[in-house]
């Protein structure tokens, strides 16, 4: 039996649906998300909150901001439903096939931004939340580091959260915790010589893989709720021509971290000092415990980074949301037109958990 896609796009939830097209619909790579936010904040403003408009400062003199929402007369509100509006490159744009909306940002992470705002809705017409009950919170730049939440964490001057619910897409399924990152370069120095006579050089990029060859045979810290630490060498290069003895090279390395972050960098550290390599552009953070026992969800182990970790607070940690991240980033991103659907259900009794709860 063939999906009907029209069953769900001029069904119940027909805004969800059109929401979602139009989010997709306006480009937001990461540093260029002032026009999605600009749509969100006259699409909430219609809808009756008050929104703050929250700019971001940033490399480039593009404006751009976090978009902060609640109903009520009181921003303070006891529940947050927050996700990113920022996407990964390179843009492609909304398409429909079969039971799958494709388009970048369709599961990472429009759909969590639409299904959230439709699930509000849904609770203060079904009169089971109040305004003051919940507020909405999307941020830009979660893509490269989370200067967006970062700003928010800092700036935005909210205590009363008993629970932060974030969107990522989960499978359907509630996060259990996610891996850490430590994000670094190694970078080797040597000296130039003519190829025929290397005793007259250093080979930079000999240094270079004798160090990660041990790196990456060196056993890292485990965990029973997230798996093994594992290690990606993205990029390596160096060297001007191959008659050339070089004189530098560099390697930019991600570890995916499930335990024990101060030990994996006393790792990498240590090696830097054997082979005589400098340790350049470090960026990590440590792994991620969340909230995830609430009746009728399973759990889910994850090994990407998130936003969680840039939001401090004494409030429970749900992480949630519809499609996976396994087709997220590439060039046939989707979510499942009935997975879209069903987590605005999902939203709703994490919301309702949340009070019932805290």
Not at 86 to 108: A, K, L, N, Q
Not at 279 to 299: H, R, T, W
Request: charged content about 25%; glycine content about 10%; aromatic content about 10%.
């Amino acid at each position: 039996m063939s999906f009907d896609a029209d069953v769900y796009f001029n069904g119940q939830r027909k805004e969800l649906y059109r929401l979602h097209k139009e989010l997709i619909e306006i480009e937001s790579i990461s540093g260029d998300e002032n026009s999605v936010g600009i749509y969100l904040k006259t699409y909430l403003e219609g809808l009756g909150y008050t929104v703050e408009w929250q700019p971001v400062p940033g490399k480039t003199n593009r404006e751009r901001a976090n978009v902060y929402a609640y109903k009520g007369t009181e921003r303070n509100t006891q529940v947050l439903l927050t996700s990113h509006i920022d996407t990964v490159p390179p843009y492609f744009g909304y398409r429909v096939e079969g039971d799958r909306i494709y388009g970048r940002g369709s599961v990472d992470d429009k759909n969590c931004v639409a299904a959230m705002i439709v699930a509000l809705e849904e609770l203060f017409a079904e009169k089971r939340v109040t305004p003051e009950d919940v507020g909405l919170l999307f941020v830009v730049e979660e893509e490269v580091g989370g200067p967006g939440m970062q700003f928010a964490n800092k700036n935005l001057d909210i205590k009363s959260w008993k629970s932060v619910i974030f969107g990522e897409p989960t499978e359907m399924k509630l996060g259990i915790g996610h891996k850490g990152v430590v994000m670094f370069d190694y970078v080797a120095h040597g000296k130039a010589a003519h190829s025929g006579y290397p005793e007259l050089g250093i080979n930079a990029t000999s240094k270079l893989i004798d160090a990660l060859y041990k790196l990456t045979h060196s056993p890292l810290p485990r965990s029973d709720l997230l798996g093994e630490s594992t290690i990606n060498v993205g990029i390596i290069n160096g060297g001007v021509a191959g008659n050339v003895i070089p004189e530098y090279a560099k390697a930019t390395i991600i570890i995916r971290v499930a335990k024990n972050i101060e030990k994996i960098l006393e790792i990498v550290n240590s090696i830097a000092a054997e082979f005589d390599l400098e340790v350049a552009n470090v960026y990590s953070v440590p792994e991620q415990s969340l909230d995830f026992k609430v009746p009728g969800f399973d759990g889910i182990a994850l090994s990407f980074v998130t936003d969680v970790a840039n939001l401090d607070g004494n409030f429970k940690r749900f992480l949630y949301g519809s499609g996976s991240i396994h087709v997220a980033h590439s060039d046939h991103e989707y979510v499942p037109i009935k997975e879209l659907y069903d987590s605005v259900d999902g939203y709703k009794k994490l919301v309702q958990f949340s009070l019932e709860n805290h």
